[in-house]
């Protein structure tokens, strides 16, 4: 599991998902949240632009990243 420890109050769905490595550029992340590949808290997210806080959980091709303070 990746932690993602938070700077500011959130961080955007598509940052987390390029910070974690998981996907190359932001375009990939786009597309990889409109195919509905991503899980934000168990539940499949279509807004790349979505705050995660502290807290929340994200899957993506079997990894899992968790946000912290």
Do not use: P, W
């Not at 959130?10 to 509905?36: H, N, P, R, T, W």
Request: proline share 0%; net charge neutral; aromatic share 4%.
């Amino acid at each position: 599991m990746e932690v993602i420890k938070l700077k500011d109050e959130y961080i955007k769905l598509s940052q987390a998902l390029k910070a974690a490595g998981l996907v190359e550029s932001g375009v990939d992340a786009k597309y990889a949240v409109l195919d509905g590949l991503v899980k934000v808290n168990g539940e499949v997210q279509c807004q790349r632009g979505k705050k995660l806080h502290a807290g929340d959980v994200v899957t993506f091709e079997g990894q899992t990243i968790r946000i912290e303070a």
